[in-house]
């Protein structure tokens, strides 16, 4: 056997043991997860969880979800698809997680007051499609995201009463609480029936809900 030989198969064995531990570490950490997620099950969805979809489908989608994320951004019309491929069967539930501080607050602030006046998903779409405007610091952002939530039919009025009230800062405090507990480092993160969605790939997440709704579908 040559020299090269020695150094391609060396290399080989290399890139197998590298892949085997990315393996075994990528599951444990997926076990680890739904080991947690079974453990926290009462604060996986709360009363005042914002939800899209039949509020009694028994698919529950909960996406830990940050307004000011860009990755939750291109993650919404997927999951947008999904609950309309399943529209009896699933539901989205929103677990608020302000990874980015103050554009995340304010964000969750304006959806929680929208909510309350009974548009939170225009409200959710229109600073989704806005995000990049009002997702820097300082007052001149959070005047955008307020520009932006009036122009997508906020009564402005009504929502700073709504927001001085303090509820928003009660939900918002009850869903870092849980998140914490969860083990929930980035967004989005997402959880089928309890179960986590292993990466970050859409296609996993509709595989994911595709097998529980099938499940269900046997089971009736």
Known sequence: MTRRHIVFLSALVALAMFSAAVFLYQRHTLQTAALKASEQAGSMVRPHSPVIGATDAPVTIVEFFDPACEACKAFYPRVKQILAAFPRETRLVIRY?????????????????????GKFEPMLEA?????????????KAIDR?????????????????????????????????????????ATPTFFVNG?????????????????????IRKSR
């Open 145 to 185: 995201a307020w520009a932006i939530a009036q122009s997508a039919g906020l009564d402005v009025a009504q929502a700073r009463q709504h927001i001085a009230s303090g509820v928003v800062d009660t939900v918002l405090s009850q869903d870092v609480s849980d998140l914490k507990a969860i083990g929930v480092r």
């Open 97 to 117: 997680t302000p990874f980015h501080r103050e554009a995340s607050v304010e964000a969750v602030r304006l959806l929680e007051a929208a909510r309350a006046q």
């Open 195 to 215: 179960k986590p969605l292993p990466s970050t790939d859409p296609e996993q997440l509709y595989e994911l809900v595709k097998s529980e709704v099938g499940r």
């Open 127 to 139: 600073l989704l499609d806005g995000q990049r405007a009002w997702t820097g610091q300082g007052a």
